[in-house]
């Protein structure tokens, strides 16, 4: 099994930038892709970004393209999501996901197996 503790969410205005951090332990954490989604209150839970087990392929939701980017280092076991121009409607819990069998980005929140606590993000206007 494989735990995943999410870290640096926060409170930022409106244009700001955050980046979240997703650390790995347990089963091997390079073999697999990597994903963040998202859930605010009263919605389901989105997808937001993915990374593959390389890193050489990503794939991101529509509504934050051009904005966050999702990263990882295997030598440190760790994805990130830097977040820029955030906006109000990125307000929300975001996690981390893995444990699943896909080598390639998926947004299928029914891929991954294994899921982080959260990190709250706020934005302000």
């Known amino acids: 099994q494989v735990q995943l503790v999410e870290s640096g969410g926060g409170l930022v205005q409106a244009g700001g930038s955050l980046r979240l951090s997703c650390a790995a332990s347990?089963?091997?954490?390079?073999?697999?892709?990597m994903g963040w989604f998202r859930q605010a209150p009263g919605k389901e839970r989105e997808f937001v970004a993915a990374i593959s087990w390389s890193g050489d392929s990503t794939l991101n939701a529509v509504s934050v393209k051009g904005r966050f980017t999702i990263s990882r280092d295997n030598a440190k076991n760790t994805v990130y999501l830097q977040m820029n121009s955030l906006k109000p409607e990125d307000t929300a819990i975001y996690y981390c996901a893995a444990c699943t069998v896909e080598r390639l980005p998926s947004n299928n929140y029914y891929d991954y197996k294994c899921w982080g606590q959260g990190t709250q993000v706020t934005v302000s206007s």
């Open positions: 347990g089963r091997t954490f390079n073999a697999y892709a």
